[in-house]
């Protein structure tokens, strides 16, 4: 998917398109992969190779949004009217937040913190709460509040600024009061649409169970407790929704396994790992069949796209991160 010519990575193989380059929910499985990689072997060479994706994915940064700064789809994108999205902001600023780990640079938690400001600045909809979908403010989006509460969260433990504690609580206030889809006892997807989603719940459980561990917040502490119990026997054990959508619910659930050390949710994220390596290989050697092994609706992934490649690889990457249970 490299681009010499471009110097950046096309969103599928032999892309013809006038704008072949990879939008942020293109590649942000690969900034993960990149970061986890580097995490779990902290090379040199890996810690090189997060320094130049993060180097590159300042590219997407649009100084002319308002009223401040934030990252928009396209790498280069300038123009105050771009159309740009919320969940986009969360996804790419956790990904600087965990290039900062990989590697110790403050510009990349700077990025991330960037980010954050511009989906508190432009995304929060200050008169009745919830993210929005993206700046033409279709609907408060389910994504958009995951991405940006969680990032909010880890923002909090790396700075320990209470602004950022400030920020994700006014962010899960709302998630847990209107944004609460009682029917299901799971986030909703949207406030038009009830139907909680993979991904959308586990960065909510993860940043709630890190907001237990640092402030000693009961309601944090027994809100991810039940919510992790209803969404593993809402999703089940083997996920077919699409790799880069289930991909992110693992990462967020390995993540918490590091800290309440349940193998279950270990076994999870190995097993469907197992699936990914044994069935979504093509007969080119690439992750791009579902990870039942079959090919993805077209409405879940174009032949031949890079996310879904990354987002398999970013699976693998972030078991590497974690030891498995003794």
């Known amino acids: 998917w490299s681009d010499p ?36 072997s902290p090379t040199p060479a890996n810690r090189s190779a997060v320094t130049r994706f993060a180097s ?36 790419w600023g956790l990904a600087f ?10 510009r990349w938690l700077i990025d ?10 432009a995304g929060w909809d200050r008169q009745t709460g919830g993210i929005w979908w993206n700046t033409s403010h279709p609907y408060k989006a389910g994504e958009a509040l995951a991405a940006g509460t969680l990032l909010a969260t880890l923002l909090y433990q790396q700075t320990h600024s209470a602004r950022y504690l400030n920020t994700a609580r006014m962010f899960l206030a709302w998630a847990n009061t ?4 009682a029917a299901n006892r799971l986030y909703a997807g949207s406030n038009l649409n009830p139907t909680p989603i993979d991904y959308i719940e586990g960065p909510l459980i993860y940043a709630q169970a ?50 309440n050390h349940d193998p279950t949710l270990y076994a999870l994220a190995a097993d469907n790992a197992r699936d990914a390596q044994s069935r979504s290989l093509n007969g080119a050697g690439l992750y791009l069949f579902s990870w ?4 993805l609706p077209a409405q879940d992934a174009v032949p031949g796209e890079i996310q879904t490649q990354a987002a398999t690889s970013s699976l693998f990457a972030w078991l590497a991160v974690y030891p498995p249970p003794s």
């Open 5 to 40: 010519r471009r110097g950046w990575y096309d969103a599928r193989l032999g892309d013809r398109d006038r704008y072949p380059l990879a939008t942020i929910w293109d590649i942000v499985p690969l900034f993960e992969s990149l970061d986890a990689v580097a995490i779990a």
């Open 292 to 295: 039942n092994g079959e090919t």
């Open 97 to 106: 937040v965990n290039a900062y780990r990989a590697t110790g640079t403050r």
């Open 178 to 181: 209107a944004g609460f889809s």
């Open 210 to 259: 890190v907001l237990c561990q640092l402030t000693s917040d009961d309601g944090a502490c027994e809100r991810s407790s039940e919510l992790t119990s209803t969404a593993l026997n809402r999703f089940g054990y083997l996920l077919d929704f699409s790799p880069q959508y289930d991909a992110i619910y693992l990462q967020w659930m390995l993540a918490l396994y590091s800290l």
């Open 112 to 121: 991330a913190e960037r980010a954050l400001a511009y989906i508190a600045a």
């Open 56 to 91: 590159g994915a300042e590219r997407y940064l649009n100084r002319g949004l308002r009223p401040v700064p934030g990252f928009s789809p396209y790498p280069g994108d300038r123009s105050v009217a771009t159309q740009t999205w919320f969940d986009d902001n969360g996804w």
